[in-house]
């Protein structure tokens, strides 16, 4: 995805993309997996497109967005045709900067990647506490046009009016939070943090289940599998099933599997795998503000901090819970995940987690 053309985007204190180093990203042709959506048309897309926009079909949905619409519910956007976007070279923003996700963070704008995404390596998990310390941004290296076009999202008035909003918001939670005990600041919970050797999950299994398919295959969690495309987990009882997903919102039983009651054991590459992502959690701002926000809800007066981990372990078990079924689903018996297993169940989390409803994700 480098061929649309993108704006220059001055410099700007707002912007921290260290989230994004480290990993490696080419579009797969055969995947079309973040294109089971209805893509958010910006202000900017219909000024690029000109007379152009009235051929783009669209519709304004219940929050005012205005949107391309998806074939069906639960489908692929109407501008996909086979695997391909009709309107790649003038595919909306927020197409042209995925797998790059902005959020409305503390005192910035941090962009992250959706692990979700199979373009991407994993290897920049490896790299940690790249949330301390003052880093000049960069726009080059991998990503550099989607960051570019992440970027360019940020400038919009719309953006810079809920960025505005997002701050005035997080400076009263945060006031309020300094007068209860427990209280402590986000770099001093992540310095602590990360000194941790453990950060637990297990305490939280079997995380956070997926919706059933009866509420609509829209909500559901997916993740590209090479031999199905895109395939959805679907909470169904006493197990979760798998779904293939057609462009049309047609779906395809792939099978039941059943969760165990306790967490199936990581083999130590796998133990890392985890590690590794509960740490790149850590640093993404809206980990911290879904904390924040059922801190301040809970009677309890337990540290933040403990919140925290809580929050860290409910993306722990959810990785490994839907790792364990990607594994079931491949033959494996699941007695314990190594890397790859792992891995598995990260790409089939990171995007439903990030989706989350939380103060920050306003793009
Ligand atoms: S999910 Fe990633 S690899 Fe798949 S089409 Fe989208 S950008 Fe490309
Ligand atoms: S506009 Fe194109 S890139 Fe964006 S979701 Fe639709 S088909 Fe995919």
Not at 31 to 56: E, F, K, N, T
Not at 141 to 162: C, F, N, Q, S, Y
Not at 254 to 262: A, K, Q, Y
Request: proline share 7%; charged share 25%.
């Amino acid at each position: 995805m480098t061929d649309r053309e993108l704006p220059s985007v001055a410099a700007s204190p707002l912007w921290d993309d260290r989230l994004l180093e480290g990993f490696d990203f080419s579009c797969r042709t055969d995947c079309a997996l973040c294109c089971y959506a209805a893509p958010r048309i910006d202000a900017a897309d219909r000024h690029a497109w000109g007379a152009a926009a009235r051929s783009v079909p669209h519709e304004i949905d219940a929050e005012g967005t205005r949107r391309i619409p998806e074939q069906a519910p639960g489908g692929a956007c109407r501008m996909l045709t086979g695997t391909r976007c009709s309107i790649h070279r003038w595919r909306p923003g927020v197409c042209a900067s995925f797998p790059v996700d902005v959020y409305a963070g503390i005192g910035r704008w941090q962009a992250s990647v959706v692990l979700s995404c199979p373009g991407l390596s994993l290897g920049g998990l490896g790299r940690s506490a790249r949330g301390a310390g003052a880093v000049p941004p960069t726009l080059g290296g991998a990503l550099a046009a989607e960051r570019i076009a992440a970027r360019a999202r940020t400038k919009e008035p719309v953006a810079v009016d809920a960025f505005r909003r997002v701050t005035q918001r997080r400076a009263s939670l945060e006031r309020r939070g300094q007068r209860r005990p427990g209280w402590a600041d986000a770099p001093t919970i992540r310095a602590s943090l990360r000194e941790t050797s453990e950060l637990p999950w297990a305490g939280q299994w079997p995380g956070e289940p997926p919706p059933s398919a009866d509420q609509g295959s829209e909500y559901l969690p997916l993740f590209f599998d090479h031999r199905a495309g895109p395939v959805a987990i679907a909470d169904d009882g006493d197990a979760w099933e798998l779904l293939e997903l057609r462009p049309n919102g047609r779906t395809e039983d792939l099978g039941r599997f059943r969760l165990p009651e306790s967490p199936p054991r990581l083999t130590a590459e796998g133990a890392h795998a985890l590690r590794s992502y509960l740490a790149y959690w850590l640093d993404r701002d809206g980990l911290w503000d879904l904390a924040v926000a059922g801190w301040i809800a809970d009677e309890e007066r337990r540290p933040l901090e403990e919140r925290l981990v809580e929050e860290l372990g409910v993306v722990g078990a959810t990785v490994v819970a839907r790792g364990y079924v990607r594994a079931l689903a491949r033959g494996d018996p699941g007695v314990s995940l190594d890397r790859s297993a792992v891995e598995n169940g990260i790409r089939a989390s990171d995007a439903d987690l990030l989706d989350r409803a939380t103060l920050g994700a306003v793009l």
